[in-house]
């Protein structure tokens, strides 16, 4: 068998399309991408993500497929980020040092239903991904979480930094000649993308332009995410933490220079304007019961988008000739994305090859 090679465009340079040319491109493919906004300031919620790869934590909310994925997901991401970071010289701060749930005393109960939620999903295979700490060994492992006395480790999960990864993807991208279109809103057809360069032709086209694909993908709505980041030397997380809470859920997640992206509302709502007061209320308090020490923290930037979401919230893998479209990654895409990539990767595979008596 052969492997004949394929003229590929990508319209979307957001995390799909920018992992997805990178790896057709490292496969010998000659790729195109079409990106609406500009590529060195991302408009996607790419750019506003927290970069948690955490298949537990998410599991409590969502149905098994993301789990199973994101699982897929933790054994792709290291070797990736690896080949990533020798080719470019970048680092991209890919961390696998599990993540952390905490309760205040009177909320403990939530920590308790989190544990039964993933019992009851994963059954006995979830005992040893989950470990209950006590005062000392949450402490052991994060000593500024000297305030709280029971917690859950979940050492599996993973973060990146969105904000390294994507810069990185971008000088890849660069490196491997691929034919960069940035300002340049596309359509996509079955083998043909249209745009003011005009229409052209394609073996394949792929369609990951996140909520810009909403008219051709039924029910894909978006989903308003806001997040803040926060600076100070008083407080040194090693992972992300998350605060389970009746009302407000939190996530903090520490990055290099001191820095914490705290997450993130979840609003039924298409709005992009700036945070709103409530929200930062929310985030900066939950915040401050975590350690009274983040008050004095620097506001130093917020973060709105919306993530694009399906009706029922699990991604969408769609392939005809000439055309695949994948979305709908939501809350998940740093959690899905390099799963559905190597899927992607098979099925363009399988149909590059041929026999040598075709060739
Ligand atoms: C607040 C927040 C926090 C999040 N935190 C996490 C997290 O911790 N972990 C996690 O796994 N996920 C997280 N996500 C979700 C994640 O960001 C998304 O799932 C992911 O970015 C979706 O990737 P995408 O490439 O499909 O879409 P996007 O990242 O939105 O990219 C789509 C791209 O297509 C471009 N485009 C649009 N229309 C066109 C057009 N006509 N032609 C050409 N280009 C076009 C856009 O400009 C954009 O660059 C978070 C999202 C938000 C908003």
């Known amino acids: 068998m052969a492997e004949r090679k394929l003229n590929i465009a990508l319209a979307g340079a957001g995390l799909m399309g920018r992992l997805l040319a990178w790896r057709m491109s490292e496969k010998g493919q000659q790729v195109s991408l079409f990106e609406s906004g500009s590529l060195e300031k991302p408009a996607g919620a790419c750019h506003t993500a927290a970069g948690m790869i955490s298949p537990l934590s998410e599991l409590f909310h969502c149905p098994l497929p993301i789990y199973q994925l994101g699982m897929q997901s933790l054994q792709y991401w290291p070797d990736w980020v690896s080949q990533l970071e020798q080719t470019t010289g970048s680092k991209v701060d890919y961390r696998q040092k599990g993540s952390i749930l905490i309760a205040h005393p009177q909320d403990r109960s939530e920590l308790l239903q989190f544990q039964q939620e993933l019992d009851a999903k994963l059954g006995s295979e979830n005992r040893e991904q989950l470990q209950w700490l006590d005062n000392n060994s949450l402490r052991n492992l994060e000593p500024e979480l000297e305030h709280f006395d029971r917690g859950l480790f979940l050492a599996s999960e993973a973060d990146i930094d969105n904000r390294k990864l994507l810069p990185a993807l971008l000088q890849a991208l660069r490196q491997n000649h691929i034919r960069l279109h940035e300002n340049t809103p596309a359509e996509c057809a079955p083998g043909t993308v249209h745009s003011v360069r005009g229409t052209e032709s394609f073996d394949l086209v792929i369609d990951t332009r996140g909520l810009g694909a909403k008219k051709q993908i039924s029910g894909l ?88 979401a399906t009706m029922d919230n699990l991604p969408v893998v769609e392939s005809q000739p000439g055309l695949m479209r994948i979305n709908g990654l939501f809350r998940h895409g740093y959690l899905l994305a390099s799963a559905l990539v190597a899927q992607a990767e098979i099925e363009v595979s399988r149909s590059t090859q041929t026999t040598q008596q075709v060739t």
């Open 221 to 308: 709505r978006g989903v308003r995410g806001e997040v803040m980041v926060v600076e100070t030397p008083e407080v040194q997380l090693n992972r992300p933490v998350r605060l389970l809470h009746p009302r407000y859920q939190l996530y903090a997640v520490p990055r290099a220079n001191n820095q914490t992206v705290i997450g993130a509302t979840e609003i039924e709502s298409e709005d992009m304007s700036p945070i709103s007061l409530r929200s930062t209320m929310e985030l900066s308090s939950a915040l401050y019961s975590i350690h009274p020490a983040f008050a004095e923290a620097r506001v130093i930037e917020t973060r709105v988008n919306c993530r694009p």
